[in-house]
């Protein structure tokens, strides 16, 4: 079944949980990988992340959409393009804590945003798959409910109203800047001087990674990007013409 949470608390057992955070976790891990971080570690809490901080790692993330005090970067995806460590450590309001809750329920757990939305949907394998929209303090953003809609409306198989819905909410938007510019969330980051990351996380299909939970140490969900049998995914990718998107600059 193809299936969506419209925030973490609607997270139910699945195989694969797909965890949305658009404005701007998922579209910032996804860019770290691609941009050469081995790892993101992901945790919910400042706390942790400190703990985490060490040689090597570069301290990333937001609260109130802007870096914490001390820390490194921010949680612009920008700025993951060329890395300044060998892994981030992200912590940001939303979308760590929605992914640190979906592993407790699903078997496997992928990120998923607009800039690796073809690699993404390529590497689901079967129709039970549960989209989980990070959502914006416990409630639905719709950045990420248009997000899990473009997903299921590309998945074959059988799917749940909250499916259903999520699909119709990505059909009434001609394309994604207008999906996102119209969010709470967009307005928010344009009120701290960050709307270009809105644009940012708006290109659609321009990153063949896809991350994925490996494991988790202490309280932070370590991701790092899936490959293939034969090598990394995005050659698979390339190899199934997935791949025509224009390279990130
Ligand atoms: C979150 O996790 O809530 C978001 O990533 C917020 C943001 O980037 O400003």
Redesign the pocket.
């Known amino acids: 079944m193809i299936d969506v949470a419209f925030t973490p608390a609607g997270i139910v057992p699945a195989r694969v949980a797909v965890v949305i955070?658009v404005?701007?976790?998922s579209s910032s891990i996804a860019q770290a990988l691609a941009g050469g971080y081995r790892r993101v570690l992901c945790s919910a809490s400042l706390a942790e992340a400190a703990r985490l901080r060490g040689p090597g790692r570069v301290l990333a993330g937001?609260r109130g959409?802007v870096a914490p005090p001390g820390f490194d970067l921010g949680?612009s995806p920008s700025a993951f393009r060329s890395p300044r460590g060998d892994e981030l450590v992200l912590t940001?309001?939303?979308?760590?804590p929605a992914l640190l809750e979906a592993a407790t329920k699903a078997d496997e757990v992928l990120i998923g945003c607009l800039l690796n939305l073809r690699a993404l949907v390529a590497h689901i394998d079967g129709p039970d798959v549960l989209l989980v929209c990070?959502g914006?303090h416990g409630r639905p953003a719709l950045e990420d409910v248009y997000l899990a809609g473009r997903i299921a409306g590309a998945l074959d198989g059988d799917r749940t109203d909250a499916a259903r819905v999520a699909e119709a909410v990505a059909v009434s938007y001609r394309e994604p800047r207008e999906a996102l510019a119209a969010s709470a969330d967009a307005e928010a980051?344009r009120l701290v001087g960050l709307a270009s990351d809105v644009e940012w996380c708006a290109r659609e299909s321009v990153l063949d990674v896809v991350p994925r939970l490996s494991t988790l140490e202490h309280e932070a969900a370590i991701v790092e990007e899936v490959h293939s049998p034969g090598g990394p995914l995005r050659s698979r990718v390339s190899d199934m013409g997935l791949a025509d998107a224009p390279a990130v600059s």
């Open positions: 955070d404005l701007r976790a937001e959409c949680n940001t309001t939303n979308g760590t990070a914006t980051l």
